[in-house]
């Protein structure tokens, strides 16, 4: 396990990533992440992201995380 610190910029990063990911339907294997933390947040969004692309409302978590963003 890398012990890399992270921020709230970086796991929203790493969410985004994960959720266009999703969103285009490719697998969930491509996580760019060493990190456990990133990781976990890549895969939520991945998970929202394949949600979508299937056609399924993402979960309130996803909808909270997208509302919150800063300009």
Do not use: C
Request: charged share 20%.
């Amino acid at each position: 396990m890398e012990t890399m610190h992270w921020t709230l910029e970086t796991l929203n990063k790493a969410y985004q990533q994960g959720y266009m990911t999703g969103l285009t339907g490719q697998g969930a294997d491509s996580s760019p992440y060493e990190n456990d933390v990133l990781i976990a947040a890549w895969e939520a969004g991945w998970d929202d992201g394949f949600q979508r692309h299937k056609g399924v409302k993402p979960s309130a978590d996803a909808s909270f995380l997208s509302s919150n963003k800063r300009a």
